[in-house]
């Protein structure tokens, strides 16, 4: 089973911040990777799907990049809409669908 | 605008079986993967299996010798069922439709649109 890893769990940022979170794959996984949102009380939203595609309707200040076992995912300037939990899943084989443990991005 | 909404018990017994719907809006079941993903109170989302618009099922090696999802296009729904529950099946679960599509074909990831979830407590 692919394993995923974000990094760091907790991270503390102030608004217009750059932050970027890592998520790492226990195997390469090419491209297959998506990022979500989710606030409190919440059903997670999409951010980006093939590790760099950015969903309909997502502010352009999110940013994904990466291939094979590396991935991040970059808010550019951080507004407070953003202080959530950010999860990466990978769909390496389209077959299973593995969540990151997730990234709470809190206000410093 | 595609809506996702779950129903079911929000309380099942130890050893018993756990039946959530999801019933969909704004667009058909007939297309596209319509999947299930849980999340235990305070923790990270766990993906549960999901049924494709031709009947394909396919489950998280981890439950599936408990799971079953099910389709009902005449409903517009498909349903999930998890049997022989205990405590570490109390969860949020949602439900959530993948509308990625490539070259013709469609895949069960990654995950468009959710639903609200709904507590699910296991508990005599």
């Known amino acids: 089973d692919i394993q995923m890893t974000q990094s760091p769990s907790t991270l503390s940022a102030s608004v217009g911040d750059r932050v970027t979170i890592t998520c790492r794959a226990s195997?390469?996984?090419?491209?297959?990777l998506a990022w979500y949102q989710q606030k409190p009380g919440k059903a997670p939203e999409l951010l980006i799907f093939d590790a760099s595609s950015l969903e309909r309707g997502v502010p352009s200040r999110f940013s994904g990049s990466g291939s094979g076992t590396e991935f991040t995912l970059t808010i550019s300037s951080l507004q407070p809409d953003d202080f959530a939990v950010y999860y990466c899943?990978?769909?390496?084989?389209?077959?299973?669908?593995?969540f990151g443990q997730g990234t709470k991005v809190e206000i410093k | 605008q595609v809506q996702l909404q779950e129903s079911g018990p929000g309380l099942v017994k130890p050893s018993e079986t756990l039946s959530l719907t999801c019933t969909v809006s704004?667009?058909?079941?007939?297309?596209?993967?319509w999947s299930w993903i849980r999340q235990s109170p305070g923790k990270g989302l766990e993906w549960i299996g999901y049924i494709s618009y031709s009947g394909n099922t396919n489950y998280n090696p981890s439950l599936k010798s408990r799971v079953t999802i099910s389709v009902d296009t005449s409903k517009n729904q498909f349903s999930l069922k998890l049997n022989s529950v205990t405590a570490a099946d109390t969860a949020v679960y949602f439900c959530?439709?993948?509308?990625?599509?490539?070259?013709?074909?469609?895949?069960?990831?990654?995950?468009?649109?959710w639903g609200q979830g709904t507590l699910v407590t296991v508990s005599s």
């Open positions: 899943q990978q769909y390496d084989t389209f077959s299973q669908g593995t």
């Open positions: 195997q390469s996984i090419s491209r297959w």
């Open positions: 959530a439709r993948s509308g990625y599509c490539n070259d013709g074909r469609c895949y069960g990831f990654p995950f468009d649109y």
């Open positions: 704004g667009g058909s079941i007939s297309i596209y993967y």
